[in-house]
């Protein structure tokens, strides 16, 4: 097996958070689709405690307009800290420290929401030539599920990128970006595929796959100079699918190239909608033991009013 170079560690993560959340507004207008609560974690939180727990401390968030809760809610805060401290809260002052206490979180503006791609792109400075985890915040891995960890071990044990898959049914492919498949070399984990095309939201007919790629990413920094190239693909945007296309069939592997895809079968909640983020909200809420117990039989009852 051949040793993992310092370089080839991976130990950033980006997170993209500065699309516009239109499916969201009005409650989008001046705040980040990433600081809608999920119970009481803003979900951009649950997004960087997955990055801590998969070892990556070095976080940088990928912001637009509206960028200061993000900021102020990784910063410390002296005088809500003060006041629990006078009150005695000590759970609810451990709750507001731990959040500040994650990670290294910096920052840096896109400026004009010109896609996924272009978002990533604004990353390269910050990253440099090393391998780095980019994680959508409206994708929530359940903490129980080591999704994250298993990628980075994939690409530290091959190289290239490696992508989260999820079969979903074919009335919903057209909602991602979809890849055509093969299996991995014999001996490799039964959920590992080798990527050999993808397409951003295809529609159901010519969808390669039910596969669809979800939003948890380690990438090879070969992808920077790729979408330095990417012109803007499907709705006028630089798609991060379009140049993982390129890095899956144009480059060769001892340049960054190849793309491999774990197919994640764990529980993800997706909040990037209205009604997924209510059902996700619902489904951990019935989960938590200072809520479900009270929640469940009240679940019950109110769905019993209902015709
Ligand atoms: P979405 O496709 O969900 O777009 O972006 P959106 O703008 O956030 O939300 P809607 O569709 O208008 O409701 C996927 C991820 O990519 C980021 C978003 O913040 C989200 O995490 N993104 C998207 C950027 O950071 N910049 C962009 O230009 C576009």
Redesign the pocket.
Known sequence: MQPILPSDRVAKAV???????????PA?KST???MLPVVDKPAIQLVVEEAATAGLRDVLM???RSKRPLEDHFDSTPELERALQDKGDTERLEAVVASSRLATVHFVR?G?????G??VLCAADHVGNVPFAVL???DLIDARDPLLSEMIALRERIGGSVVALLEVPPEQIHLYGCAAVEPLDAGTDGEAVRIVDLVEKPDRDDAPSNLAII?RYVLDPAVFDVLADTPPGRGG??QLTDALRVLATEISPDKGGGVTGIVFRGRRYDT??KLSYLQAVVRLACERSDLGPTLVPWLREFLATLD
């Open positions: 997170i993209p958070a500065a699309g516009l959340g239109t499916r969201f507004l989008t980040p689709k990433e990928i912001t637009g896109q004009e929401p010109l896609g996924l272009h978002a959508l915040g409206d939003g945007e630089i990037g909608d």
